[in-house]
C-alpha cells in the first residue's frame, strides 16, 4: 500500500509541477471560486499535497489516509494530518474537492466528518464533470449535481449552491477541468 499511497502523492505532485502551469497561473479560476464561497476555517478532506490548502491559507487544515501526501503538504508548510492524527477541532467549512469520485461510499465519508462541522458550518463538494472523470483512472464513481444533492438531502444537509465551474455544464464532456460545485449547511 505504501508504494501506491508513494506512486498517488508523485502524480499528484506531477500533474502541479509544470512549468507552464506555473507561469500561467493556471489555479487562479479555481483559487477565486473556492475563496469566494467564503470558507473560513476550513477542513481540507482529501488534500492530497496540498493544492487546495494553498488556496485557504493558514485557517485550512487538511486530512489524507495518504501518508506520503500528508508529508509531501507538510514538507510544503502546511497544517496536513492524516485520519488517526487529526485533532478533534471544529471547522467552518469541510471541503472536499475532487475526493468523493474516488470512494465507494461517498456519504459515508462526508458522515464520517460532519462531527467536526460547527452547526450551520458549510459543506463544499466539488467533483468533475465527465471529461475530468474519464482522466483518472482510480475514480470509481460519477457524481453530478442531482447525486451530491442527493447526497446531501440523505444526510440532513440543506443544499444552498449548485453550479457548473468555470464553464457552462456543456463543456464537461469536452474541458477535462469542468467541475460540479454543491455547497450546504450543516443544521443546528
Not at 165 to 182: I, M, Q
Amino acid at each position: 500500500m505504501k508504494s501506491i499511497d508513494a506512486e498517488y502523492a508523485r502524480r499528484l505532485a506531477a500533474i502541479q509541477q509544470p512549468l507552464w502551469k506555473r507561469v500561467l497561473d493556471v489555479q487562479r479560476p479555481y483559487r477565486w471560486n473556492l475563496q469566494r464561497l467564503n470558507p473560513g476555517r476550513t477542513l481540507d478532506i482529501g488534500c492530497g499535497i496540498g493544492r487546495n490548502l494553498a488556496h485557504l491559507g493558514n485557517d485550512a487544515v487538511g486530512v489524507d489516509p495518504n501518508e506520503t501526501c500528508v508529508a509531501a503538504a507538510r514538507a510544503a508548510g502546511f497544517s496536513a494530518f492524516t485520519p488517526a492524527e487529526l485533532p478533534a477541532d471544529l471547522y467552518e467549512t469541510l471541503l472536499f474537492s475532487h475526493v468523493l469520485e474516488h470512494v465507494d461510499v461517498p456519504a459515508g465519508l462526508i458522515s464520517a466528518y460532519l462531527p467536526f462541522l460547527l452547526p450551520q458550518g458549510q459543506i463544499i463538494l466539488i467533483t468533475p464533470q465527465e471529461r475530468g472523470y474519464a482522466s483518472d483512472p482510480t475514480h470509481v464513481r460519477f457524481l453530478d449535481l442531482a447525486a451530491l444533492r442527493a447526497i446531501c438531502e440523505s444526510l440532513g444537509l440543506s443544499v444552498s449552491r449548485a453550479f457548473s465551474f468555470p464553464f457552462p455544464r456543456s463543456l464537461g464532456r469536452a474541458f477535462k477541468y469542468n467541475e460540479f460545485v454543491l455547497t450546504a449547511v450543516k443544521p443546528d
